[in-house]
């Protein structure tokens, strides 16, 4: 079974703190993805990657920057938390090629920043 | 770009009552269609998935879906739901040939005795 592992379930941070959200997938897949949950809000791309050291910016961004420096790990960086980055945050990955958007997650990191 | 609507943000049901759920796309071109769930505290998983051939598909724990190219709908169904389907559904949609999945804002959905 393919798992994805994320390093903390709960954080709570104080605003202007650095924040690592740490992501691993054990199944040799080339794309992983970090989205933010938000209720009535759905699923947000924030960063995408479907290489190692490659990185692509998603729907928002905006205060948050990536590393992926080896092909199981995914990283997301808060470099100064906010009050408004409060949320569940979801990482994923799949297979590359074309293709089909099956995707695996984890079970999630809640962040709650103060 | 494709967009992702769900109407209904909770859906209320009894058990062994049968449920939909709606789910509306818009594209351009072709694309694939999946239904992810997601149990309380937990990631999402894939419930099933439209690739291709038969628009009537089945996923795990009894759901199924119906692609419906003409109307551009996806909904899923389940004729009899149990209070363990108690959980949050995401409809998804990818464009054959790009790399991101795009998700509606899910749908609660509610099985009381």
């Known amino acids: 079974d393919v798992k994805v592992t994320q390093s903390s379930r709960y954080l709570v941070k104080r605003t202007g703190e650095k924040v690592f959200l740490e992501c691993v997938q054990d199944?040799?897949?080339?794309?992983m993805f970090w989205y933010r949950q938000d209720p009535g809000l759905g699923l947000r791309l924030i960063y995408f990657?479907?290489?190692?050291?490659?990185?692509e910016k998603g729907d928002i961004p905006e205060g948050y920057s990536v590393s992926r420096e080896k092909k199981e790990r995914f990283s997301l960086i808060l470099e100064s938390a906010s009050t408004n980055q409060t949320s569940m945050y979801l990482c994923?990955?799949?297979?590359?090629?074309?293709?089909?958007?099956?995707?695996?997650f984890g079970e999630g990191s809640r962040l709650t920043v103060l | 770009a494709q967009s992702v609507t769900q109407l209904d943000s909770q859906v209320p049901v009894f058990e062994e009552a049968p449920v939909e759920l709606r789910c509306n796309y818009s594209?351009?071109?072709?694309?694939?269609l999946f239904w992810y769930v997601q149990y309380p505290n937990q990631g999402l998983q894939l419930l099933l998935k439209y690739l291709s051939g038969s628009t009537l598909v089945k996923g795990i724990n009894g759901f199924e879906a119906e692609f419906n190219k003409s109307q551009t709908s996806f909904h899923l169904r389940k004729p009899s739901v149990h209070i363990s389907d108690t959980a949050e559904y995401f409809c998804a949609v990818i464009n054959t040939g790009f790399q991101k999945l795009v998700f509606g804002t899910g749908t609660r959905l509610l099985v009381s005795p």
């Open positions: 994923a990955s799949s297979l590359g090629g074309a293709g089909t958007g099956e995707l695996f």
């Open positions: 199944m040799d897949h080339e794309n």
């Open positions: 594209s351009s071109v072709s694309v694939y």
């Open positions: 990657s479907y290489d190692v050291k490659m990185k």
